[in-house]
């Protein structure tokens, strides 16, 4: 899945929209969803997996991390791939660059250009992604396992 979704979006030279998850020095997971570079419609979403819960390695064997390695590199130095995130330059490619990973081509950071359009309002990902995108609060949704509990509780 991981292979074929970096071929198509090095075939297209896609818009790239990624966040990275850490548990501090540790990389935890990259997700990414390419764009149609047409009509900015949302594709096909996937996720980098290196560490899971608890700080085990997602990846049984070496070889097989070594390969989801390569397949994000390859999208983060590809030059002609546009790359957007939220926090970004401070955050994400920072730490990526700390692993070791290279990211090159187009940037747009999602929180400079909200502090230079609405520097009065919150910079903080949640409040932005309901505000212009009608997203839900993520952070009150349930977990699965918790809903999973309740309902076993409730019996």
């Known amino acids: ?5 970096v071929t198509t979006v090095m075939w297209n030279r896609s818009v790239v929209v990624f ?4 548990a501090g020095p540790h990389l935890v997971c990259c997700g990414m969803v390419a764009m149609d570079s047409f009509t900015s419609e949302p594709g096909a979403g996937v996720c980098f997996r290196f560490r899971r819960k608890g700080g085990d390695p997602w990846w049984p064997e070496w070889d097989d991390h070594l390969v989801v390695v390569g397949l994000l590199d390859q ?4 030059a002609d791939i546009t790359k957007v995130g ?4 401070q955050h994400d490619i920072p ?5 070791g990973f290279v990211v090159r081509g187009p940037l747009i950071a999602t929180s400079a250009l909200l502090h230079a359009t609405h520097s009065e309002l919150p ?3 949640q409040f932005n992604a309901t505000l212009f ?6 952070k009150s949704v349930k977990d699965e396992k918790e809903t999973d ?3 076993e509780d409730s019996e």
């Open 95 to 99: 730490l990526l660059e700390s692993l």
């Open 86 to 89: 939220h926090f970004s330059t």
């Open 19 to 22: 966040d990275v998850e850490n």
């Open 123 to 125: 910079k903080g990902l």
């Open 149 to 151: 509990t309740a309902v």
């Open 75 to 78: 999208v983060l130095s590809h």
């Open 133 to 138: 995108c009608g997203a839900p609060h993520w």
């Open 1 to 5: 899945e991981l292979t074929q979704w």
